[in-house]
């Protein structure tokens, strides 16, 4: 027994937080068990997505607080469909209840579920109702699996600043051939293409962390690849590929991501910014990866709770995903595919605006935004947009510390200021009084 325990400490040691841990059918099953404790943080969720040509598909099975502890329980089903030159068609569907099993991947809201079909495939089927035309969004789908799944998160680690709080993540299907049906109100779409399967369960805010996340693969060169950095009071980040059968894992440490250079997208439906290309390296002493992540389709969707609580705000991606992989012998493996990418962040009462490069000789690019409440003190900074859009919000931060006004209070008095790089050509443009009765407030600067 003392030698086991010893193999298995060295084992994680190695492997970087254990990211090479591999995974089985039972660990894709739903995990929740009433504790009596903080039962009202628990949430899980089951990530699908599928590419075919000038078809995407992205769909997400839901469960947040499942005893409706807070009031603010969420039982969902959430699709988001893509199709080069028709509008983004998305909704989700709200249950009271739902239906799953503890020892095999196997779980139900309504009309919508997945489970095993000849394993180790799944079908994954639903419906849910496009939010702005009304038609029914409608899948069912089979994914076979073609690499094998791991762990990128095997053991509890704590992801936001709740005192306890931890997540799991598991990559079931790195890379996935996908077959069945997609139908948006009365036209159906054949599809045949590469899929991916994540899930991840644990106890914490759901609007606490913020989570940036990509995924490729290639199963004609046996190449696939999965990554995420999540940044709440601490930083969490996994990095994982497969090439021609063998697992290669990147600890956090090992992971570099870098939006100081990148470009920002501005969301006019939801006042939101986004990174819409970063950089990420990786070298693990044995490999390294180079890897450019660039945005060409974003929908953004918000799961939403009752203020002061932050609502969630998520970006659902379509990316190129450009990078190579290199070995310490000397192999070159190249890749640029499409795949899918994410990023999520609290919303709750959006500052927003315009800027006038001109006014000051400057570039979009250049610039940033200081917004100082002035009856607290309390400052905020952020990027502008390749447009000149930028826009500031509370955090889940910003909750912990005043849980009646985050950030700002009904006729707080905000100063918005402009700099240049290096703090210069700074002006002062407005100062704006809050009025929470607004979903967001503009200020064009």
């Known amino acids: 027994m003392q030698l086991t325990i010893i193999a298995i400490v060295a084992f994680f040691f190695l492997s970087g937080n254990g990211w090479a841990v591999d995974a089985s059918p039972k660990d894709d099953a739903y995990h929740y068990m009433a504790n009596g404790v903080d039962d009202q943080f628990y949430n899980e969720w089951w990530y699908f997505n599928v590419a075919d040509n000038d078809t995407q598909l992205q769909v997400v099975y839901l469960l947040s607080d499942p005893d409706n502890i807070s009031s603010e329980r969420k039982i969902l089903v959430q699709a988001v469909a893509m199709q080069d030159g028709q509008p983004h068609a ?11 099993d503890r020892n095999s991947p196997m779980f139900d809201i309504d009309k919508s579920g997945f489970s095993t079909e000849e394993e180790p495939n799944l079908r994954v089927w639903g419906e849910v109702e496009d939010s702005a035309t009304g ?90 690849l999965a990554f995420a950095e999540i940044l709440g009071e601490q930083r969490v980040a996994f990095l994982g590929v497969e090439k021609d059968g063998k697992r290669i894992v990147f600890s956090e440490k090992q992971i570099k991501i870098n939006y100081s250079n990148s470009n920002y997208s501005f969301d006019s439906m939801t ?28 929908a953004a969707t918000t799961l939403d709770y009752r203020p002061p609580l932050p609502s969630v705000l998520i970006f659902q991606q379509v990316s190129i995903l450009q990078g190579t992989l290199k070995s310490k012998s000397g192999e070159k493996f190249s890749f640029q595919e499409q795949g899918f990418s994410g990023f999520t962040a609290p919303r709750l009462h959006p500052i927003f605006g315009r800027i006038n490069t001109s006014t000051n000789n400057s570039t979009s690019s250049n610039i940033t935004i200081v917004a100082r409440n002035e009856r607290t003190g309390q400052q905020k900074m952020t990027n502008v947009a390749s447009n000149g859009f930028y826009s500031l919000d509370a955090n889940f931060l910003d909750y912990l510390a005043d849980r009646t006004a ?16 290096g703090g210069a050509n700074s002006t002062v443009a407005v100062v704006l009084s809050i009025n929470l009765s607004e979903d967001r407030q503009e200020v064009n600067l």
């Open 406 to 421: 985050p950030w700002v209070a009904e006729g707080d008095r905000v100063k918005l200021e402009m700099m240049g790089q």
């Open 90 to 100: 998305m909704g989700k569907h709200h249950s009271r209840g739902y239906g799953g």
């Open 135 to 224: 038609d029914p969004i409608r899948w069912d789908l089979v994914y076979q699996p073609t690499a094998r799944p791991w762990f990128a998160i095997p053991v509890q680690v704590h992801i936001g600043h709740l005192k306890g709080d931890w997540i799991k993540w598991l990559v079931y299907m790195p890379s996935a051939q996908v077959t069945g049906t997609l139908t948006i109100g009365n036209r159906t779409k054949s599809l045949q293409g590469t899929g991916y399967h994540e899930h991840a369960w644990g106890r914490f805010a759901l609007s606490d962390p913020q989570i940036t996340r990509a995924s490729v693969s290639v199963p004609l060169d046996g190449f696939s």
């Open 271 to 298: 006042a939101g910014i986004f990174p819409d290309a970063y950089i990420v390296e990786a070298d693990n002493g044995d490999y390294t990866l180079d890897l450019a992540v660039d945005v060409q389709k974003s």
